[in-house]
């Protein structure tokens, strides 16, 4: 599979179907970025994996096959059926949950463990709040990291 003939849509086609994986590719743009959403019959599930992690290895593939050929190379995200994005307005939804708790109670509220995708979402979508602050945790016996909510000072 030659890498610098190929544009990432053919990589990534090229990749899916060296998996086993039988695709159609949307070409989106999101935010400045471009996004291959991912449309199959029967693969959904086994392309986006447990919490997303297969769909995250398969993005974090495709870049790196498209910078060892290219170190400018734009980076790419992909989707499954619109699960990436789907699952991101929920975590936004669950930072300004969480927010409007502290703002309310003046409490910390400390999220469950997510991996640094998910917790950017997290920062971003509270970054500009006057009222709160974020901050990723390490969590006790782990390498995880969580995310707290505190009032800001």
Avoid: C
Avoid at 8 to 27: H, Q, R, V, W
Avoid at 68 to 88: H, L, M, P, T, W
Avoid at 132 to 137: A, G, L
Wanted: aromatic share 6%; glycine share 6%; net charge negative.
């Amino acid at each position: 599979m030659s890498v610098s003939t190929q544009d990432p849509k053919s990589l990534l086609e090229s990749l899916l179907n060296n998996l086993g994986f039988e695709a159609t590719i949307e070409e989106k743009e999101k935010d400045g970025v471009k996004v291959f959403d991912l449309q199959t019959p029967n693969d959904s599930g086994r392309l986006i994996g447990r919490k997303g992690q297969t769909l995250m290895d398969l993005q974090y593939i495709l870049n790196r096959m498209l910078f060892q050929n290219n170190e400018n190379a734009e980076k790419v995200q992909i989707d499954v059926a619109g699960y990436r994005f789907s699952e991101q307005d929920k975590l936004a939804e669950k930072a300004l949950k969480s927010a409007e708790q502290v703002r309310r109670w003046g409490d910390i509220v400390e999220l469950e463990p997510m991996n640094s995708y998910d917790r950017r979402i997290i920062h971003n979508t509270l970054k500009d709040d006057p009222d709160v602050e974020t901050q990723s945790v390490e969590v006790d016996g782990t390498h995880d990291k969580a995310i707290i909510l505190r009032p800001k000072r």
